[in-house]
């Protein structure tokens, strides 16, 4: 999508402006060829194009689209931006020269320890058949107050969370599969980003 033709007359990206039950969009996005290379570059992923030209798209390739729906209404130069929970449903592929219609909405509101979240679902169909290929849920600070301090830790600890340590009785194994006893570390893939690439995606 090119955010440069979306609409100049944007608001300012308030907690207070965001209504519940404002709709985002429609967009619609082609995914051609160029758009699957840049996605490919910037994720460090070429096997959707491995030997040749793409017939389907990466699986998530149209998530970011999904989530900057905001910037549909909203001016990105206004927000907050603190993105704090993203679920996404991969129902089918989108095909490389497809054109797709993302939509949105905002669908709940709250203030929770002084700060604004407002929760977005977002689709994204197959303007061609209709059928759907991604279902997409975001859940983002949209307002922060003066006097909270971030990352100062006063949120409520769950009783099981991601420490960093790794259990000193096992060596971790190489991949994930069900057979593993519970708490076994185990390796995912390793991958180095470069900014050109962080400036794509």
């Known amino acids: 999508m090119d955010w440069s033709l979306v609409g100049k007359d944007l608001k300012e990206a308030t907690f207070e402006a965001m209504e519940v039950g404002e709709r985002l969009g429609p967009i619609e996005v082609v995914v051609d060829d160029h758009y699957v290379k840049q996605f490919a570059f910037a994720v460090d992923d070429y096997e959707p194009i491995a030997g040749g030209k793409a017939v389907s798209a990466h699986a998530a ?99 099981r969370a991601v420490n960093g340590e790794y259990p000193d009785d096992r060596d971790p194994a190489p991949a994930y599969h069900p057979d593993l006893a519970p708490g076994t570390p185990f390796l995912g893939p390793t991958k180095y980003l470069h900014q050109n690439q962080i400036s794509v995606f």
């Open 61 to 159: 390739i149209l998530v970011p689209e999904l989530l900057r729906l905001l910037n549909v209404n909203y001016d990105p130069d206004t927000e907050v931006g603190l993105h704090q929970r993203e679920e996404v449903w991969i129902e089918s592929l989108p095909r490389v020269g497809e054109r797709v219609t993302l939509v949105g909405e905002f669908v709940d509101k709250f203030v929770k320890r002084e700060k604004g979240y407002i929760v977005t679902d977002a689709t994204a169909h197959s303007a061609q058949d209709g059928r759907l290929l991604v279902r997409h849920r975001s859940i983002e600070v949209a307002r922060v107050d003066e006097d909270v301090v971030m990352a100062a830790g006063t949120a409520v600890k769950p009783p």
